[in-house]
T-cell receptor
Framework: GAGVSQTPSNKVTEKGKYVELRCDPI?????LYWYRQSLGQGPEFLIY????????DSGLPNDRFFAVRPEGSVSTLKIQRTERGDSAVYLC????????????FGPGTRLTVL | QQPVQSPQAVILREGEDAVINCSSS?????VHWYRQKHGEAPVFLMI?????EQKGHEKISASFNEKKQQSSLYLTASQLSYSGTYFC???????????FGTGTRLTVIP
């Protein structure tokens, strides 16, 4: 079946702009995760959804970052007033029901803030 | 909370073996191992749950010592396709997410 998909694959924006990054998880996966990966680093946890609710958003760096998953499937990560330090690859992963299950990663969105 | 991986990088000739270590200061419920090639998404290798089990996947296996909060990934008779960055992701007891290490860059040369 189809894997995790993310759009866009690349996003270039200017400092101060608003961006939305989309993640389409594997069908039937109730758990969805957003990570941020900077060059030479491992994925950094941002937020975890179980169904429609954000079960753990402790990794969001500040209130400029927000994510939704209104119907328990597709999720959107929203970043307001982007800063150059937000530049990174944003990875989405989904798993069947919880963290102990295998997390399948999408290809990521490379965000560049000029 | 981020686990520590060692070594940071290793270069092997085809057919040689390698061990990658992952250590946490927190009590762990599970350890996940991934391999990521440049510009691609991390690809799942295996999960180890607490209980000290050792798992194998072809010539790649891993162990998990929950008392020491450590896991090791063993690559035997390495192939060129093993090149990439290996990450361990640790799930702490009671948590819902993974914390990933900084990775170990493995390069296999002919």
């Amino acid at each position: 079946g189809a894997g995790v998909s993310q759009t866009p694959s690349n996003k270039v924006t200017e400092k101060g702009k608003y961006v939305e990054l989309r993640c389409d998880p594997i069908s039937g996966h109730t758990a969805l995760y957003w990570y941020r990966q900077s060059l030479g680093q491992g994925p950094e946890f941002l937020i975890y959804f179980q169904g429609t609710g954000a079960a753990d958003d402790s990794g969001l760096p500040n209130d400029r970052f927000f994510a939704v998953r209104p119907e328990g499937s597709v999720s959107t990560l929203k970043i307001q007033r982007t800063e150059r330090g937000d530049s990174a690859v944003y990875l989405c992963a989904s798993s069947l029901s919880r963290a102990t299950d295998t997390q399948y990663f999408g290809p990521g969105t490379r965000l560049t803030v000029l | 909370q981020q686990p520590v991986q060692s070594p940071q990088a290793v270069i092997l000739r085809e057919g040689e073996d390698a061990v990658i270590n992952c250590s946490s200061s927190k009590a762990l419920y599970s350890v996940h191992w991934y391999r990521q090639k440049h510009g691609e998404a991390p690809v799942f290798l295996m999960i180890l749950l607490k209980g000290g089990e050792q798992k194998g996947h072809e010539k790649i296996s891993a162990s998990f010592n929950e008392k020491k909060q450590q896991s090791s990934l063993y690559l035997t008779a390495s192939q060129l396709s093993y090149s990439g960055t290996y990450f361990c992701g640790t799930e702490q007891t009671g948590a819902n997410n993974l914390f990933f290490g900084t990775g170990t860059r493995l390069t296999v040369i002919p």
